[in-house]
């Protein structure tokens, strides 16, 4: 008999698999949180003090032979998302890793074979596309109702107010601090709408931070279907909200806020001069992410993530920042 709820197991004790990650999987109707996975002892106990979690461990081996574990959510520094991974699957867990799914397309690769043996599911945390007005107009999009598709610009600034772990500083172990951490998120969204890209341009700075690795980001992008997009991004400049908007012969679609599920706003317009605004509030899409992916395990429904559409999007950071 299947089980009424998946049993999680998230691998990172701090930063956003504690503030964001496991409230999302403490408030699915469909989930239970029942193990962590951290370097540090002391933060393992207390984010099971903190979530509820049964189990708290600091050996990869331990944390996945818990029968509590049904599922795993990699939040760990990108280069360790590999190893994990792949560890996770060959134990027979299903497998939500953070965006990127990797640090290299090979890794992607790897880990898609080893689901592939696996029988198990492994898909990427872009939640924004859990979002229920997003999916909505998607489906306007790719049913025609905008015309065929002309162009899509995706404006996402998060500027930290320090830096952040040594980790995201280095490109061997990050991949591009401002590709890998938010990039990925913009990238992502324009190719839910246009598919897949043909040629990719980028022009990568550190003005904000000065460090090694790369803090702003402009990515240019042919599509397949003949459409182009653009990307700016960072993690250091200012900025107001984020800013999706999409381009058609026959009408356009501007989200105002609204990435990861911040509030904003939707406007739609057509050629006929024809134009809506409408508020749109808070969404919990990490929360509903997870839902998803619980029903996906359970057979009754698709998660609107797949492997190749992480592998797709790393093939663009990688093009983008030229290894």
Not at 219 to 233: D, P, Q, T, Y
Not at 254 to 280: A, E, M, Q
């Amino acid at each position: 008999m299947a089980k009424a709820k998946l049993g999680w197991g998230i691998i990172g004790a701090t930063g956003w698999g504690d503030h964001t990650f496991a409230p999302a999987v403490t408030g699915a109707s469909n989930a239970a949180l029942n193990a962590v996975l951290s370097s540090r002892a002391t933060h393992a106990r207390a984010f099971c003090k903190r979530h509820g979690a049964a189990n708290g461990y600091t050996d990869l081996a331990a944390f996945l032979a818990d029968d509590g574990v049904d599922a795993v959510w990699i939040a760990s520094p990108n280069h360790l998302h590999a190893e994990q991974a792949i560890a996770a699957l060959k134990a027979g867990k299903h497998v939500l890793c953070e965006k990127p799914m990797a640090v290299t397309s090979a890794d992607c690769r790897a880990m898609m074979r080893a689901a592939s043996r696996a029988k198990r599911l492994l898909s990427v945390g872009y939640n924004t596309r859990h979002h229920p007005r997003c999916q909505a107009l998607r489906a306007d999009w790719v049913a025609g109702k905008f015309g065929k598709p002309v162009h899509g610009r995706v404006h996402f600034y998060y500027a930290y107010p320090e830096l952040p772990a040594k980790w995201r500083r280095r490109r061997e172990t990050s991949g591009s601090w401002v590709m890998g951490d938010v990039a990925t998120h913009a990238v992502d969204l324009l190719r839910w709408f246009l598919g897949d890209a043909a040629e990719v341009n980028a022009h990568l700075t550190r003005r904000s931070w000065r460090i090694q690795n790369d803090d702003h980001a402009l990515i240019m992008l042919r599509f397949k279907n003949g459409a182009v997009g653009s990307v700016s991004a960072s993690t250091g400049a200012p900025s107001p909200n984020s800013r999706i908007e999409l381009y058609g012969t026959e009408g356009y679609v501007i989200f105002d806020g609204v990435v990861l599920g911040f509030p904003g706003s939707l406007t739609v317009g057509y050629r006929n001069g024809r134009k809506r605004t409408v508020p749109l509030a808070a969404v919990k899409t990490y929360q509903r992410q997870v839902e998803s992916f619980g029903r996906a395990v359970a057979g009754k429904g698709e998660f609107p993530v797949s492997a190749r559409d992480g592998l797709a999007n790393l093939e663009i950071l990688e093009a983008a920042r030229g290894w």
